[in-house]
Each structure stands twice: as C-alpha cells, then as structure tokens.
C-alpha cells in the first residue's frame, strides 16, 4: 500500500529487476549442476593418491605436453555414464602451441540447461597458477584452464571449461 491507502502497481521495469535479482540471488547460493542434480568437484578431487601439484620450480618443458591426452579411467567412466557420449572419442591433443579438444560436455551461455558436446581448435599456452603450473587453452567459445600434476613420470591435467561453477573438471591423462 502507498501512503494514500491504494495498492502500489509495479512497473514492468521492476518486476523484471526484483526476477533478476531473484535469479541471480539463486544461481549464487546454487551453482547449475547442483539444480541439475549433477555433483559438482573442486579441481583436485579424484586426482589420485601420490599425484601432487607440480611446484614452481617443477616447470615442464612444453614438449613433455605436447601429444594425445585422454580421460582417465573416472572421467572416462562419468563420461560414458552420460548416454549420448561416446567416451572413448573424447581427446585433447597439444601440438606446438596450438590444441584440439574433441567431444567434452560443455555448458555453454547460450546452451544452459542444456549440455552441449564440443570440439574446439585454438592457441594454448603453460602459465604458472598460483604455487603450480597449468595450460591455458584459448578459443573464442570460451577459455579452459589445466592444472597439471605429476605422477611418476606421468603428467595429470585436471581441465575445467569455462565457468567451473557449471562445468565439471575432467582429468586427463597423456597417452604414450
């Protein structure tokens, strides 16, 4: 009620600004894999034990990058969990300073709710990330960040797309 006892009407403006903060307030408290029932991960969760960041002074040559990498086995299982997704032509190949992603879930802008399989070529790079070293993989899509772990002699990357609030990390492994 205003101060004339009559009932206040909302401008259309208003409405639409009381939904998007509404929205916004939600999708905040909420991240969309958690709407969608998906279980969201941090980036190191189901890097297995003994595999640890690579230090700073841990910087890989990016010849030891280049190459095939593939899902490892719990990202592969995930993956074939879903059932439009052939897992097994899901690959990320690092050339000199160019990649090729093919077939990784990606929620996209313009795609949410919807999950979208996408396969990108662009430029990448080794950045370093805090106390650890990454790979930061450039396209006009959107951008994907790896962090990488040793294991043995093995290298791990943990690649998440986009926003990691709605898209889930994928661990990769380089197949020799």
Known sequence: MNGDGKSAKLSPGRIFFLCATGVALVYSVYSLPGILGLKGRGPAEGVAR???P?????KPAETELTGVWVPDEATAARLGGLSSWPPAATRLDLGKGSFELVGVPYFSPRSVPRVQLASWRGSWNLYRQQDTWAVYLMHQEAEGRGLLYREGAEYRMV?????PSVNEPLSFVRRR
Request: no cysteine; aromatic share 0%.
């Open 50 to 52: 003994g595999v640890a």
């Open 54 to 58: 690579l230090p700073p002074s841990g």
């Open 159 to 163: 690649l998440t797309l986009g926003d």
